[in-house]
């Protein structure tokens, strides 16, 4: 059973960061790649950041282009997000998902990733 566990959310100011942490149990630890997918409040899902298991190809979404940062640690097992220069609509929860699409694209649904952790909440408040 793949089982992904996300932390790092928190309540900053705009311009401020976060990094959140996605630990992927061992027993799971593989050759695909990890994604960050978010979900504002009543919008749908959108596919943040998908990472190579290898950490040499990552892809993002057009409008966290150049502030988000992802990366691998595979010793420890850990998918890393970073967070700079944080604005009002990054408020959402920030999934780690597993096994999605093969093409990158903006939205998504649940049904696309077949493992999910239980998300952590950013919110971006002045």
């Known amino acids: 059973e793949v089982q992904l566990a996300e932390s790092g959310g928190g309540m900053v100011q705009p311009g401020g960061s976060l990094r959140l942490s996605c630990v992927e149990s061992?027993?799971?630890?593989?050759?695909?790649?990890l994604s960050w997918v978010r979900q504002a409040p009543g919008k749908g899902l959108e596919w943040v950041s998908y990472t190579s298991r290898d950490g040499r190809s990552t892809l993002y979404l057009d409008s966290v282009k150049g502030r988000f940062s992802a990366f691998v640690d595979n010793a420890q097992n850990t998918l890393y997000l970073q967070l700079n220069n944080l604005e009002i609509e990054d408020t959402a929860m920030y999934y780690c998902?597993?096994?999605?699409?093969?093409?990158?694209?903006?939205?998504?649904?649940?049904?696309?990733?077949?493992?999910w952790g239980q998300g952590t909440q950013v919110t971006v408040s002045s």
């Open positions: 061992e027993s799971t630890f593989g050759s695909s790649g």
């Open positions: 998902a597993k096994n999605g699409p093969g093409a990158f694209r903006p939205l998504v649904s649940r049904a696309d990733f077949r493992y």
